[in-house]
């Protein structure tokens, strides 16, 4: 099979939700791999995925958890060379995978932003509030030209993580270093 954008999921109890994102996914084209890292899940996560017939999916069972280690674990199973994350459990953001990779011609990292023209956040009033003022502080103490360092949901060439990749360790802060080094790198990087 030949691959040319490897999708990364990371899930951790995800069992209602999985199947949609795999199959929302799988009508993009037919040159995709996805490769799941799933973090003990102890729902039927597990099943749920295994249940679904291709042979386009690659599914890493661990019994850690840690969202920048299970992303790291993703990278290496790639064979992709567009490297494309996205929350496994927002089947809607499947659609925007294709305008991602295009984006990828003439730029290094495409991040899906909150804070852009379009983007838009959904979750609770607590967490928007926290990712605001965790972005602003980035805004100031790292590179205001970025305004979304915690989207976490990003698409990179596979080539390009000689140079910069991304830490393993912790929740939403590996997302916050990667981009600070990409930055810094000379990186061109669009939201």
Not at 92 to 104: G, R, T, V, Y
Not at 152 to 165: M, P, R, S, V
Request: hydrophobic share 40%; net charge neutral.
């Amino acid at each position: 099979m030949t691959v040319d954008t490897t999708i990364i999921l990371c899930t951790y109890n995800e069992e209602s939700i999985i199947k949609e994102t795999i199959l929302n996914i799988l009508k993009l084209n037919k040159e995709l791999e996805i490769v799941i890292v799933d973090d003990n899940s102890t729902d039927k996560t597990i099943e749920v995925i295994e249940e679904i017939d291709t042979q386009k999916i690659t599914l890493i069972k661990r019994k850690n958890r840690g969202l920048g280690s299970a992303c790291m674990v993703g990278l290496l199973y790639s064979k992709g060379q567009n490297i494309c994350w996205i929350d496994s459990n927002l089947p809607d953001l499947a659609e925007k995978i294709p305008s991602m990779i295009n984006k990828l011609n003439d730029k290094n990292i495409v991040i899906m932003s909150r804070y852009v023209e379009g983007g838009g956040d959904l979750r609770s009033y607590q967490r928007i509030l926290s990712s605001k003022i965790i972005n602003y502080i980035c805004r100031i103490f790292l590179d205001g030209s970025i305004k979304d360092y915690t989207s976490g949901i990003f698409a990179i060439k596979k080539n390009f993580l000689i140079d910069i990749t991304p830490i393993c360790y912790g929740h939403g802060e590996y997302f916050i270093e990667f981009l600070y080094k990409a930055k810094k790198t000379g990186f061109k990087i669009v939201e």
